[in-house]
């Protein structure tokens, strides 16, 4: 189950119009949400089955939560149910997701139920001093990095080894966080090739890149979402990913 969950390929039928293009600007390149936060493309009912077939086996791997961190991870479960797209039905604590699903809320897990209803991975960072930590995560198509690696550390040490990633951008992107506004969520994106079209890509950190040559046969795209959550003043970073075959 594991072997397969790790190789199992799901394409899209396109990137979203202009995300390429946003992808291509100079990081950290963040814009104004317009439109839903949340939302499902046609890929939704096959990603869901890899998400919870990879929770199901490898919890430990995609899931990850300090105790500290546990009320800001309600905050983003309850901020994701009262904006739920179109497909979902609540009733009480109970959620049918658009292929049928039903899931059972558990405000103790709020990050697991988050993963086996939204298409989206995402990572809870709070203010730690200087600096924002990472202090809970749902992360089931990681791009080579490895949860493990990253919870607890803040920006700078999630983004350890990353050549792009220098101090300036540094401090651009802990301003982003600092400033980000309840209720006016930011977003940026990537766009790589890649040779394997895998959904579930976890590498640790000195481990080779696979990020193919230009005219590798896929193109994986992320939109990441940056919004801050009600109450707990912390951070959500959510990443909805695509993979498409290019020519």
Request: net charge neutral; aromatic share 6%; proline share 7%.
């Amino acid at each position: 189950m594991k072997v397969r969950a790790m190789k199992q390929v799901i394409l899209q039928d396109y990137v979203p119009e202009g995300q390429v293009d946003v992808a291509a600007a100079r990081l950290p390149s963040m814009r104004p949400v317009v439109g839903p936060w949340l939302f499902c493309d046609e890929a939704y009912g096959a990603q869901m089955a890899l998400r919870r077939a990879l929770l199901a086996t490898q919890l430990s791997d995609v899931l990850a939560q300090t105790v500290d961190g546990l009320p800001a991870s309600r905050s983003f479960l309850g901020k994701a149910l009262a904006d739920l797209p179109d497909g979902f039905e609540r009733r009480g604590e109970t959620v049918v997701c658009p292929d049928g699903h039903t899931l059972q809320l558990d405000w103790d897990a709020p990050l697991r139920s988050a993963a086996e209803m939204l298409q989206q991975d995402v990572c809870i960072l709070e203010k730690r001093g200087r600096e924002h930590v990472m202090t809970g995560a749902a992360l089931c198509f990681p791009a080579s990095w490895t949860l493990a690696q990253k919870i607890g550390k803040p920006l700078i040490g999630i983004h350890d080894p990353v050549d792009e990633y220098t101090d300036r951008i540094a401090a651009r992107v802990q301003r982003l966080f600092d400033g980000v506004q309840e209720g006016k969520p930011m977003w940026r994106a990537n766009a790589l090739r890649y040779h394997d079209a895998a959904l579930h890509q976890p590498r640790r950190e000195n481990d080779p890149r696979p990020v193919g040559a230009p005219d590798a046969p896929y193109l994986r795209s992320e939109r990441q979402t940056v919004m801050r959550l009600p109450q707990s003043g912390a951070v959500a970073f959510m990443i909805h990913t695509t993979v498409v075959k290019v020519d």
